[in-house]
């Protein structure tokens, strides 16, 4: 039996969620997480090796997922999502470090003063890094729903 979309989505998020979670901090080298907000390459380089990482976490876990829970999801939509969990991921961890910066120097944190939170990120040290992780978790939503979209069975 094939599941449903509906299930096939409740899995794909719930599992990225929490392979997430342990790969943006427990899978993290140290010297990623301090040099991936570092303007020009070797920020560019670490944050790099940081999304790599991640997406393997992920792209593991959830073929894994695929295998043992029977969830029958395509490869080439597997790969979409993860490509888009990367790319969204690469662009707000080069925002690391940068949150309380005066003036805002990449693109989450100008998001994030254009949205009005200017004042709390400046103020809050635990601002940047929620609203990092909001981003993150919405972004998974959107790959989950990519992911999840067609079976090995139905036409896409």
Do not use: F
């Amino acid at each position: 039996m094939t599941p449903s979309r509906a299930a096939r989505t409740a899995a794909v998020l719930t599992i990225a969620d929490h392979v997430h979670t342990w790969a943006d901090y427990w899978g993290q080298r140290d010297t990623d997480a301090k040099a991936k907000g570092i303007p020009g390459a070797e920020g560019r380089a670490a944050c790099a090796r940081h999304v790599a990482n991640h997406t393997a976490h992920l792209g593991i876990a959830l073929l894994a997922a695929n295998r043992l829970l029977g969830l029958r999801l395509r490869t080439g939509r597997l790969a979409a999502g993860l490509a888009l969990a990367a790319a969204t991921h690469y662009v707000a961890d080069r925002s690391g470090g940068h949150w309380a910066d005066p003036e805002p120097s990449t693109y989450l944190v100008r998001l994030a003063h254009k949205r009005g939170k200017r004042g709390w990120v400046q103020a809050d040290p635990g601002a940047g890094p929620h609203l990092d992780q909001a981003w993150h978790r919405a972004w998974h939503l959107a790959a989950a729903l990519i992911i999840a979209s067609a079976t090995t069975t139905e036409e896409s």
